[in-house]
């Protein structure tokens, strides 16, 4: 199965439709309930007291459903429009806002008292435009959230790394931001089981150990039994269809606007004949500004009539150079 990441930006994947089929995946909700629940457990919240809780990419509130059962509060952020639409319908009590977390968190200084995320940071380590740097993101990302955090709180984010690479991207640069703390991994021995969880203290680390599971899975409570795995298998499948859709969707909406721009590229480099010899229709000399590609191909013309060997044009032919340093 194709890592959602991969297929089309989250925006896409979580479009009206999706949210629709995500909300009716009963499986899925079962597992990000005891991810949720898991992350609760490693932030080690105070007991008989009410805190206020970041949910960072919290979706259609499954994680902020868990926490508000505990008796804490949680504002969340999602930057699909259409997955708070489906937290609204549930009547989630959390206030949610659409927001983008590779652009930083847009509250006050010491406003919360843990965060929580889940299936959400590896969405960072996706350039998903052109202007998306995931180094920059990351760094963007962990920075505003330890200020918004007071100090001494815990934040706990689960996630899918691709590979080891990418888990000690998100490390280093949750370290860098001024992070204490590191990955527990549940069940390290199982492909299928394994979890990671990054705890994280905003400032020195306390003598709380975070600790991970061990031994086998499948002798836990958290199984499902064969009926339900029966479920499961059917609802895999139709999940690989939906993802085949999807990313025949963008990949059929991305090559329509890759023609939409070669086309005006075309008209842009295919000059008039009038045009290529510097004159207007009416055959008046046309004023070329010095130094643009233009300017430059017509002084090679002028050269190659006069027997002067030339360099060939290029996609660098006439391009501005940035600044000096």
Known sequence: MSRPEHLAPPEIIYNAEGATKYMRNTRMKKIQTRLSLRAIELMRLPENESCLILDIGCGAGLSGGALESMGHRFIGTDISKDMINCAMEEEVDGDMLQHDMGTGLPFRPGSFDGAISISAVQWLCNADRSTHVPKLRLKKFFTSLYKVLRRGARAVLQFYPENKHQSNMIVHFATKAGFSGGLVVDYPHST????FYLVLFAGPQSDYIPQAKFGDPNESDEDMDDEEDDEEEDEEEEEDEEDEEIAAMYAH???????????????KVHLSETAKKGKTKSGKRRKVEKGTKEWIRIKKEQQEKKGIKTRKNTKYTGRRRGPKF
Request: glycine fraction near 0%.
């Open 253 to 267: 909406s991305v090559a329509e606007s890759k023609q939409t721009v070669a086309n005006s590229k075309k008209r």
């Open 192 to 195: 299928r089981a394994k979890k």
